[in-house]
């Protein structure tokens, strides 16, 4: 039973109104490790990630998750902006089933500004942000987590050392897949890499292979207008 | 005074004006006065001193750095790098790397009912609160948009009858009306959109788009089951009107009528999504649907001909049953109980599978 199992997989996206392949029939199954998250184009990552975490599914074949999967950690779109840090903390308390009282002593000892949780996410500066996402990640039980932030902080030592700690005792004999924010990082911590390139997603023990493919046919991502989903009502009355 | 004096000062400031013991709100208050005395002095306030500005930066970061380094404990790395370097005695996975061992993964538990309510709920409330902030009177938008909404349309049957309607006084007539007619199509707008502000939230794996769409839609049943409250407690409290005969049965009418548009604006989701000109067929689609509600007549007062057209939407069904059971001296004989429920089921199950059919389509990426 292995927690990542992608079979005969065919996997499309869109991206600038531009449809790209990113599975042909692609078959791939990973055991429990921590893996780096490589793929040829940013686009790559990010749409194997939406696979994942099941945001997109496949056209065809099936990926099969077993086990808890946490959202891909470092996206800011989970949290609502305008929400405090309570807020948000009660909102994952409700989705992944953790106590909402020990969520807030947990992110409270942790942060360090703690009274900002009272204040608005979208005042905070943007490593309070990661590394909140990164505390919430952790309080919550996962199986498998999705790590697309940086988990160094060069100006906070003392909370890296904190995180990799934490990280480490709780994902130990868990899946872990790290995208390439910080090289030095995964070098030193993922011993095996998925990566997604050429329609296909292979497993190697190459990290540093691995790293070399990462972007390296690189895709100019836009980003996505919903203004024309959003406003689906034209203000009329009738 | 050149850059390099200019970064001297602002060092030699901020050493004996930001202690490393401040906390770092009271650091960032005080880099921020900085900020302002070095613009009131005149020294960053046109384009043309990047200079001074990115001296000033300079030291505000190189103070950073100083005092990160004064507050770290005696026996902890100087730099984050040691903490993944094999070679230093801080390297993080000293004692073993955290995949040596290897555990069967566990199954996924499924979510409950009442799980699924929370979450719902949860969605609703991040969605209540984006809305809510859009402006500074975001909150008080949130009611009085829909409430001169359902009053403007409130007015409309005041110029079609005199003062009753079949014997029901004209005001709640119109209020009834327009809450059933806004709460379908706000229900609709919401799921069209296929979750509009809650898309981001798609990211949660336990978060589905069903789970969006629902929670999105969701709104316009809390707000305008509050409005029509609120109104109709108005109207009786001056003697406009009387109680309701049965009211549950009413809010039972008002919930259908929102799972009516839910089902619709999921069916116009899908059909948006293969291909975008049907959007401007629901253009015309829902004004035929809102103009043939019954929002402002009952179907009793029609020709035959026309009343034969008017009561193929389901939405004028409910309706004048949601009148039928708020007003004492009307019955609407034309209403038909098995045709509103059998539309509505069509309507769900249509939109149920289309919403499964339309799971598997190619999704936009964002960066």
Request: proline share 4%; aromatic share 10%; charged share 20%.
């Amino acid at each position: 039973m292995k927690p990542i199992e992608i079979q005969n997989a065919t996997y499309f996206v869109r991206n600038s109104g531009t449809v790209h392949q990113i599975l042909a029939n692609s078959t791939t199954a990973a055991d429990p490790g921590w893996y780096l998250l490589s793929g040829s184009s940013r686009l790559h990552t990010i749409a194997f990630l939406d696979l994942l975490c099941g945001k997109s599914e496949l056209q065809n074949g099936f990926c099969r998750i077993r086990g808890n999967i946490s959202w891909p950690i470092g996206r800011m779109g989970v949290f609502s902006s305008v929400v405090t840090g309570i807020n948000a903390i009660s909102h994952f308390s409700i989705l992944y089933g953790f106590d909402r009282n020990f969520g807030i002593e947990f992110v409270k000892e942790h942060l360090g500004q703690y009274e900002l949780l009272w204040k608005p996410i979208v005042n905070w500066p943007t490593q309070i942000k990661l590394k909140f996402s990164l505390l919430l990640a952790l309080v919550a039980d996962f199986d498998i987590y999705l790590i697309d932030t940086n988990l160094a902080f060069p100006e906070d030592v003392d909370f890296s050392r904190n995180i990799i700690g934490l990280l480490r005792a709780k994902a130990k004999a868990k899946t872990v897949l790290l995208t390439p924010k910080q090289t030095q990082v995964v070098k030193a911590i993922c011993t095996k890499a998925i990566v997604v390139a050429d329609q296909k997603a292979t497993i190697t023990d190459n990290i540093n292979e691995a790293l070399a493919i990462n972007n390296s046919k690189p895709i100019n991502i836009g980003s996505i207008n919903e203004t024309a989903e959003i406003d689906a009502d034209d203000g009329l009355l009738f | 005074m050149s850059t390099r004096e200019t970064n001297e000062q602002v060092r030699s400031y901020l050493r004996s004006n930001c202690p490393s013991d401040l906390d770092a709100e009271a650091r960032l208050i005080a880099f921020n006065e900085l900020r302002d005395s070095a613009e009131d002095r005149g020294l960053i306030s046109s384009p043309k001193d990047y200079q001074n500005r990115l001296a000033i930066e300079f030291a505000i970061a190189e103070r950073q750095r100083e005092i990160s380094r004064e507050n770290l404990s005696d026996d902890g790395p100087e730099t984050v790098w040691e903490l993944y370097d094999p070679n230093s005695p801080y390297f993080a996975l000293n004692d073993g790397h955290p995949d040596t061992k290897t555990a069967p993964p566990k199954i996924a538990k499924n979510s409950r009912p009442k799980n699924w309510l929370l979450k719902i709920w949860s969605l609703w409330i991040q969605s209540t609160h984006r809305d809510g902030t859009m402006d500074r009177i975001g909150y008080l938008w949130l009611l009085a948009d829909p409430m001169i909404h359902v009053l403007i349309i409130c007015a409309i049957p005041f110029f079609l009858h005199s003062d009753t309607v079949d014997d029901m006084p004209v005001l709640p007539f119109g209020v009834i009306g327009a809450c059933f007619l806004m709460t379908f199509r706000m229900a609709a707008t919401g799921a069209m959109s296929g979750g509009g502000a809650l898309l981001p939230q798609l990211d949660h794996p336990t978060v589905s788009r069903f789970d969006v769409i629902v929670a999105r839609a969701l709104h316009s049943l809390a707000v305008y089951t509050l409005i029509g409250i609120f109104l109709m407690s108005l109207i009786v409290l001056f003697g406009r009107g009387d109680l309701p005969a049965n009211l549950p049965i009413v809010l039972l009418f008002l919930v259908l009528n929102w799972c009516i548009g839910l089902a619709y604006g999921t069916i116009f989701h899908a059909l948006i999504g293969i291909y975008s000109g049907f959007r401007r067929i629901n253009g015309f689609t829902i004004r035929f649907i809102a103009l043939s509600s019954g929002t402002f007549y009952i179907s009793e007062q029609l020709p035959d001909t026309l009343r034969q057209i008017v009561l193929m939407n389901p939405l004028l069904h409910s309706v004048q049953f949601a009148r039928s059971y708020w007003f004492y001296e009307y019955k609407s004989s034309d209403a038909s109980l098995f045709y509103l429920f059998f539309a509505s089921l069509t309507l769900i199950a249509t939109g149920l599978a289309m919403h499964m059919r339309n799971r598997s389509k190619v999704e936009n990426v964002r960066a």
